[in-house]
């Protein structure tokens, strides 16, 4: 009932930026008053953790790791999410995933969300 599809990752080198998209599909007649939108990551080896979120009440969240850094934002007439991921460093290396959930925004737990895309992988050399 709701698909996503992630674009826009790449190969940048350290202190260079990257626009990630999200395309947000859902299926007629769905309805879900309150919901939230993610942005997660995962590195080989690590947990998914969460880096962003963006409520439909516009209320945003950031991991303290890339506060001042990384920017999420809508565009609501193209049904896409964005993460704008500025001063990039070789720890950010990740594939990249954005994520539906209803309901508020709250926790960055990945087993909370609902519906997840496949993935853009951002790698960032020194």
């Known amino acids: 009932e709701v698909q996503l599809a992630e674009s826009g990752g790449g190969s940048v080198q350290t202190g260079g930026s990257l626009r990630l998209s999200c395309e947000v599909s859902k299926a007629s007649g769905y309805a879900e008053d309150l919901y939230c939108m993610g942005w997660f990551r995962q590195a080989p080896g690590r947990e998914r953790e969460g880096v962003a979120s963006?409520?439909?009440?516009?209320?945003?969240r950031y991991a303290d790791s890339v506060k001042g850094r990384f920017t999420i934002s809508q565009d609501n007439a193209k049904n896409t999410l964005y993460l704008q991921i500025n001063s990039l460093t070789p720890g950010d290396t990740a594939m990249y995933y954005c994520?539906?959930?209803?309901?508020?925004?709250?926790?960055?737990?990945?087993?909370?969300?609902?519906?997840w895309g496949q993935g853009t992988q951002v790698t960032v050399s020194s």
């Open positions: 994520a539906f959930k209803p309901g508020f925004c709250g926790t960055f737990s990945p087993g909370r969300y609902t519906h």
């Open positions: 963006l409520g439909n009440d516009g209320g945003t």
